[in-house]
């Protein structure tokens, strides 16, 4: 597995996350720049499946529309978000596989917003990333 930080050079100095696993996994993790996430799977030969908004700001829904557009991923985030294209809710304990063995798992953390989650990426038991 692999998690690519990417710098999206919006105003507010944010970055959009890229976690691809095997060759059939791509998950974007509020996406900016649509073009900038199409370039990196592009390059790396992958399909989006799924997009995860973690709340509803447009710094971290800008690139669902056209991403929607071109990969028809699964689009989720908090029930009460709204997020452009959204297709799935996201609840506490939610688990999202990307490997055997290896998941993301949904901490719902209202408080920048009401709708607010994070996730916390377990690889073999062992938590190691959040996001």
């Given at each position: 597995?692999?998690?690519?930080?990417?710098?999206?050079a919006s105003?507010?100095?944010?970055?959009?996350?890229?976690?691809?696993?095997?060759?059939?996994?791509?998950?974007?993790?509020?996406?900016?720049?649509?073009?900038?996430?199409?370039?990196?799977?592009?390059?790396?030969?992958?399909?989006?499946?799924?997009?995860?908004?973690?709340?509803?700001?447009?710094?971290?829904?800008?690139?669902?529309?056209?991403?929607?557009?071109?990969?028809?991923?699964?689009?989720?985030?908090?029930?009460?978000?709204?997020?452009?294209?959204?297709?799935?809710s996201l609840?506490?304990?939610?688990?999202?596989?990307?490997?055997?063995g290896s998941?993301?798992?949904?901490?719902?953390?209202?408080?920048?917003?009401?709708?607010?989650?994070?996730?916390?990426?377990?690889?073999?038991?062992?938590?190691?990333?959040?996001?």
């Amino acid at each position: 597995m692999r998690v690519r930080q990417i710098y999206t050079a919006s105003k507010l100095r944010n970055f959009t996350y890229l976690i691809t696993a095997g060759d059939q996994v791509a998950v974007c993790i509020d996406p900016f720049d649509a073009q900038q996430i199409q370039r990196e799977l592009e390059a790396q030969g992958r399909r989006l499946t799924h997009i995860i908004n973690t709340h509803e700001h447009w710094d971290h829904v800008e690139g669902n529309p056209e991403l929607v557009r071109i990969y028809q991923p699964e689009v989720l985030a908090h029930p009460d978000c709204g997020a452009p294209g959204q297709t799935g809710s996201l609840g506490a304990g939610q688990r999202i596989d990307i490997e055997p063995g290896s998941y993301l798992e949904v901490l719902e953390t209202p408080g920048h917003t009401a709708v607010h989650v994070c996730l916390l990426l377990v690889e073999a038991g062992r938590p190691e990333s959040i996001f």
